[in-house]
């Protein structure tokens, strides 16, 4: 089965701080993404990395940055946390591409961050 | 560019009654379509997918779903709610074109009442 661990399911940390979520998968996958989940809007793509050291902006990325050194860990980087930014984040991995085309694979979630910036 | 509707942000229903969540897209091109579940303070799990085979798609939990093209609709159904299918349920769908990330829609909150 396919693993993806967030670093930690709860962070509590203050305004202004420079704020770090990491997500390892263990299966080898292409792809992975970070989404912020808020009541009532979904899940909101905020970045995703197809490659070691490549990053494609999503919806909502101001604010946010990435970065992907090995192909197994994605990490989440709020340069300078604001109380906008309190959500829960969740971390997905997919594979690139098997017979049937591009796309059509599922996305394996991690547990989430709830994130409380104060 | 894709984009995906749920209808009602809550639904509720007694057990062993028929589950019926409410999907439409938006797209340009023949879409992948997916259902995801989310039980509290956990992540997402895949319930099934649409990837242009069968348009009747069997997933786990005895969950299905059925694409219909004319009227742009994934809706997921299961004839008898159990009491552990209360959780959220997510649909959405492939972004072709850009790169294999998911467009999901705003959310169904499912209740299942003794």
């Known amino acids: 089965d396919v693993k993806v661990t967030q670093s930690s399911r709860y962070l509590v940390k203050r305004t202004g701080e420079k704020v770090f979520l990491e997500c390892v998968q263990d299966?080898?996958?292409?792809?992975m993404f970070w989404y912020r989940q808020d009541p009532g809007l979904g899940l909101r793509l905020i970045y995703f990395s197809y490659d070691v050291k490549m990053k494609e902006k999503g919806d909502i990325p101001e604010g946010y940055s990435v970065s992907r050194e090995k192909k197994e860990r994605f990490s989440l980087i709020l340069e300078s946390a604001s109380t906008n930014q309190t959500s829960m984040y969740l971390c997905a991995s997919s594979l690139e591409f098997v017979a049937g085309g591009i796309g059509n694979q599922p996305q394996h979630f991690g547990d989430g961050t709830r994130l409380s910036i104060l | 560019a894709q984009s995906v509707t749920q209808l009602g942000s809550h639904v509720s229903v007694s057990e062993g009654a028929l589950v019926l969540l409410r999907c439409n897209y938006s797209?340009?091109?023949?879409?992948?379509l997916f259902w995801y579940v989310q039980y509290p303070n956990q992540g997402l799990q895949l319930l099934l997918k649409?990837?242009?085979?069968?348009?009747l798609v069997k997933g786990i939990n005895g969950f299905e779903a059925e694409f219909k093209k004319s009227e742009t609709s994934f809706h997921l159904t299961k004839p008898s709610a159990h009491m552990s299918d209360a959780a959220e349920y997510f649909c959405?769908?492939?972004?072709?074109?850009?790169?294999?990330?998911?467009?999901f829609g705003s959310g169904t909150r499912l209740q299942v009442q003794p």
């Open positions: 649409y990837t242009s085979a069968a348009t």
């Open positions: 299966m080898d996958h292409e792809n």
């Open positions: 959405a769908v492939s972004r072709r074109g850009g790169r294999r990330a998911l467009t």
């Open positions: 797209s340009s091109v023949p879409p992948y």
